[in-house]
């Protein structure tokens, strides 16, 4: 039996200075789905969906180190299936919305060292956030089911309703 196998490169991030493209980061996996990265000075983080196992990690990327550490439901227990979206805030932590697949169970925060659930349990404005986004003086606004809520690091508001 003749098997096939299969080799993909992909190259993740690149860094463009001085009108030279150094790469930051480059993969060789097969069976790997790759998302959009996001990133700051010291590290990168990007979803992958393994096609073999079914299985979706999100990977933290030393970008001095050349190495990753990879977070997922075992590891980061409140994880979920996979992170529905992920983004930086201008102080570094990243927030990520977490998924099981069918419902959004929440938001976290990790800070380089702890991850941080916000979801009904403790914050009883939070149902379903699936959408977010900071503004210059690092305040997060989520939507969440035709809401707009704001956090600011210490309270939780809700500042709008959608009539839809």
């Not at 001095?64 to 075992?74: I, L, V, Y």
């Not at 349990?121 to 379903?128: G, I, T």
Request: no cysteine.
């Amino acid at each position: 039996m003749n098997t096939v196998s299969r080799e993909y490169i992909v190259t993740l991030l690149h860094n463009i200075e001085s009108g030279k493209i150094t790469t930051l980061i480059k993969l060789n996996e097969s069976n790997k789905y790759y998302y959009t990265p996001v990133w700051n000075s010291q590290y990168a983080w990007v979803q992958v969906y393994d096609w073999g196992t079914g299985l979706w990690e999100l990977r933290r990327y030393d970008l001095a180190a050349k190495t990753f550490t990879s977070f997922n439901n075992t590891n980061t227990p409140f994880a979920g299936r996979f992170y529905y979206q992920y983004k930086l805030d201008t102080k570094g932590l990243l927030w990520v919305t977490l998924s099981d697949g069918s419902y959004i169970r929440g938001i976290a925060s990790y800070d380089g060292s702890t991850w941080k659930l916000y979801n009904y349990k403790n914050v009883p404005l939070l149902n379903n956030p699936n959408n977010f986004t900071f503004d210059n003086a690092n305040n997060l606004y989520v939507f969440d089911n035709a809401r707009v809520l704001k956090y600011d690091g210490t309270t939780w508001q809700k500042l709008a309703d959608f009539p839809f």
